[in-house]
């Protein structure tokens, strides 16, 4: 995404399993007798890559230098100039928050910025329901009645935190249109899902026989 390896293609996986291609490659006899050799250029990284401080490979941190911190912003605004994770890195604030809509320059987000943001949020808080009631079930399952007892809370904590008006205008289509493409079942799992919990106003959720889900 940023741009900062340019020789080849692929990921970070296939890079290393090039590197000893790369080596010879480099390497070329011009010689047989003399044995002396030419190095070859081939870039692998962005030529304006900072420097590794010293000992990286002992011990090193996620803290940036300036010069780090600005060669990945350049990098970013370079390769994904819309993006909001450009934006925030062009901010001067250093905000800290759990979910990215709870960021408290939300309001400043680009405008397609805010609407994922908002897919994001409904999407995780409707899912998380699903999530819980998959362990309650398990724990059903394995007739454990500490773990029946945690998930019943957390299931009863989900029902009554709910935003019953906001998921009800939640537009599912506009939400695939947003995300990657996703498979058939993945979708009909969350289609379904959504539509359950709109039914389920009277929060009766763990109380339902819950063969079908």
Not at 20 to 44: I, M, V, Y
Not at 102 to 122: D, N, T
Request: net charge negative.
């Amino acid at each position: 995404m940023l741009g900062a390896f340019v020789s080849l293609a692929g990921s970070i996986d296939s890079y290393f399993s090039t590197i000893p291609t790369l080596r010879h490659r480099r390497l070329r006899t011009r010689d047989a007798d003399e044995r002396s050799t030419e190095w070859l250029g081939f870039n692998t990284w962005h030529p304006g890559l900072p420097a590794p401080p010293h000992h990286w490979l002992v011990s090193t941190t996620f803290t940036l230098t300036p010069d780090e911190a600005q060669f990945i912003r350049d990098r970013l605004v370079a390769e994904a100039p819309d993006a909001l994770l450009t934006w925030l890195a062009r901010q001067n604030d250093n905000a800290r928050c759990n979910y990215i809509w709870e960021h408290p320059s939300l309001a400043e987000f680009p405008k397609q910025s805010r609407q994922l943001v908002a897919h994001a949020e409904m999407f995780s808080n409707v899912i998380h329901g699903a999530s819980l009631l998959y362990n309650l079930q398990l724990a059903e399952l394995r007739e454990r009645p500490d773990w029946i007892e945690t998930y019943r809370l957390l299931m009863d904590e989900w029902v009554s935190q709910r935003q019953f008006a906001a998921l009800d205008v939640w537009d599912l289509e506009d939400f695939w249109a947003a995300v990657k493409p996703i498979g058939p079942p993945l979708r009909r799992f969350v289609q379904d899902w959504v539509e359950l919990v709109r039914q389920d106003l009277g929060g009766s959720l763990t109380q339902r026989e819950h063969g079908a889900l």
